[in-house]
């Protein structure tokens, strides 16, 4: 008799149980195509050991989400809350709906391009990983293995659950989920408990050798709880004032983890350069919206191609090819601090321009996302029942600051000169702004 | 860097502050959307209906903007729900490199006194019965009801109607 109940042992979370159903789609060509993604594009260029790839984290997803789900569920819900959910969550669609959550933990990014995100910027405009996940998940072999199962399984509620709904609410904005799949929503996607937050920070962290994203996700999960808004009256998926500190590790862990690990300058710049050789290695430079042939590319292709384009002095894309693997990348002259935004909001763009104009826009590069702080706004229940919002429960999250990275690069070959150039403008351009005398835009 | 949206969000901040609003971000948002809807003044902002009502991940990315630099504060709110808005240090900055018309700041102060007091559960309500009127063409009063109760379910229709009632009221009043 085969085999019904099988495991992987995971660095993070030790051993991950899966059923016959599930191998199904973890052996499928599009799972076992995130075994040659990496998790984090060529952040290993900088951290050594974050090599590791999307398909163990899509396997971290599915066990943090159930974990989240059966915390949950696996009691009686509170009256109020049962009387708005009653309707789908019935004991007997329980163990569907726990299918579904699971389902979509693994496949929540079944669709990433070669390097996960780095290159998102070169599909068709409209489209993004998001789109060709759910491509994949109503079109592909994943789709026929969903629908072959016994109760059959729509696809479209693996989407409903898998998709962040805040993602999926600017692509379309006529989707309105019911308040039941809006909790399975945040289970795999929200914002602060989502099992995909959960899961990468923990990953991500770990692989790096930074100490940053760790945080006690057991006690996080023990506290979570499902609770009504008294501010709208929904229902939403909150915390027991219990497990605050732990919910105050993680967001901390992921602010630290944004400034210290995602946004690197050099990891930053790595980017940049992969960007730029698979626009030019590319056909018409960009990735064609059609998921069959997303799919047929890998990381492993395109480092192929990079290493040819590396060894060939004479290949057009040479010089690209040796910024990421000949560590010829740009050098970083610039990098943008809150007092000089406050005193002059312009000041990234103003040195970019300047900086640009002297040197030539090929020679520099410009890098700048956020300010972002997420929401760190969630519900806590307290000790006498209330339910208050977590930045008035705790001093550490209310403070938790916004995201914001700014970057100028150069070209190595001109670095010295450029860092000059900046320091010079960046003087004048302070100074000037202090007098409030020149009109800025 | 977007100064003529920073300076309406500034003015709506300062408008709500100035009717005695605790000035939370749904009343930034949901003023802003209902204020698009009345055609009244440009409102340079996409909306979607999300979670909870209309909402723009724009005008939120460009509060974040507006804190970065130090035009805007926010606080936790005292009277214990979400956050408080408030002009700070370099909003003076700001209406240096940018202003409004008369009619503009006209525009701001009629939607900020009409939703300066209400809490969040009214906010969401009124701005979700405006989009359906306004952005999905629906005229009629129980239709526009009805729509609202299927998005949100755990509203009733009574309260749904009334919350159609007001926002209409309003909405022709300021036309």
Redesign the interface.
């Known amino acids: 008799m085969s085999k019904q109940t099988h495991e992987v042992r995971d660095g993070i979370h030790g051993f991950i149980l899966f059923d016959q159903f599930e191998k199904q789609l973890i052996d499928s060509e599009p799972m076992q195509r995130l075994r040659c993604i990496h998790q984090l594009a060529m952040c290993y260029q900088v951290y050594p050991g974050a090599t590791h790839k999307r398909f163990e984290h899509s396997l971290g997803v599915m066990e943090i989400a159930t974990r989240i789900f059966d915390r949950l569920f696996s009691q009686r819900l509170p009256d109020e809350i049962h009387a708005?959910v009653s309707n789908e969550c019935t004991p007997e669609q329980l163990q569907y709906w726990q299918r579904i959550v699971r389902i979509a933990g693994l496949l929540h990014d079944v669709g990433p391009l070669p390097f996960s995100h780095a290159a998102e910027e070169l599909l068709p405009a409209g489209w993004n990983h998001e789109r060709i996940t759910v491509e994949m998940l109503r079109n592909s072999e994943l789709a026929a293995i969903l629908r072959a199962h016994k109760p059959r399984i729509d696809p479209e509620d693996v989407i409903d659950v898998a998709w962040d709904?805040?993602k999926r609410?600017?692509t379309d904005?006529?989707v309105?989920l019911s308040?039941w799949k809006?909790l399975l929503n945040e289970i795999v996607c929200g914002n602060t408990f989502g099992a995909d937050r959960i899961d990468y920070l923990l990953r991500d962290s770990w692989h790096a050798g930074v100490a940053y994203g760790r945080f006690d996700p057991d006690r996080l999960i023990s506290g979570l709880t499902t609770l009504i808004d008294?501010?709208?009256?929904?229902i939403a998926l909150g915390l027991e004032i219990g497990a605050i500190h732990s919910a105050e590790a993680l967001l901390l862990a992921r602010y630290f983890m944004y400034t210290q690990v995602y946004f690197h300058d050099v990891r930053r710049v790595y980017d940049l350069h992969l960007q730029q050789f698979l626009q030019a290695w590319l056909d018409g430079g960009r990735f064609p919206a059609d998921w069959r042939r997303v799919i047929q590319v890998t990381d492993h292709e395109a480092l192929v191609a990079m290493r040819e384009a590396a060894q060939d002095t004479q290949s057009p894309l040479h010089e690209l090819a040796n910024r990421a693997l000949a560590r010829r990348h740009f050098r970083t002259v610039y990098e943008l601090v809150?007092t000089h935004?406050?005193k002059r909001?312009?000041i990234l763009?103003d040195l970019h321009s300047k900086v640009a104009e002297r040197f030539g826009e090929d020679k520099i590069g410009l890098d700048h996302y956020?300010?972002?702080?997420e929401t760190n706004?969630f519900l806590v229940r307290t000790e006498d029942g209330g339910v208050?919002?977590s930045?008035?429960v705790s001093g550490v999250i209310?403070n938790v600051p916004?995201v914001?990275i700014g970057f100028i690069f150069a070209h190595p070959d001109i670095q010295d000169e450029a860092k000059a150039f900046v320091d010079a403008a960046l003087k004048r351009l302070l100074t000037r702004s202090r007098s409030?005398k020149e009109?800025?835009? | 860097m977007n100064f003529k949206s920073h300076i309406i969000i500034l003015a709506v901040i300062e408008s709500l502050r100035k009717r005695g609003s605790w000035t939370g971000k749904t009343h930034v948002q949901k003023a802003l959307s209902i204020l698009r809807d009345s055609g009244k003044t440009t409102v340079p902002f996409h909306f979607v209906l999300y979670k909870h009502g209309p909402y723009s991940f724009e005008l939120e990315s460009e509060l974040e903007q507006m804190q970065s630099y130090g035009a805007v504060a926010i606080d936790p709110n005292p009277e214990g729900y979400g956050v408080t808005l408030k002009p700070a240090k370099m909003a003076k900055y700001l209406r240096e490199v940018e202003s409004l018309s008369d009619e503009e700041r006209q525009a701001i102060d009629e939607i900020c006194t009409f939703v300066g007091a209400r809490n969040v559960a009214d906010l969401e309500r009124l701005a979700t019965a405006s989009w359906i009127r306004c952005q999905e063409s629906v005229s009629r009063s129980t239709d526009v009801a009805k729509r609202l109760h299927a998005l949100k379910p755990h509203i009733p229709i009574a309260e749904a109607e009334k919350a159609d009632r007001e926002v209409y009221s309003w909405l022709a009043a300021t036309k």
């Not at chain 1, 008294?230 to 929904?234: R, W």
């Not at chain 1, 956020?370 to 702080?373: A, D, E, T, Y």
């Open positions: 708005r709904i805040k609410t600017k904005s006529s309105n308040p809006t008294p501010g709208n009256e929904e809150s935004k406050k909001p312009t763009d956020g300010p972002k702080s706004d208050e919002s930045i008035q209310a916004p914001e409030r009109p800025q835009g």
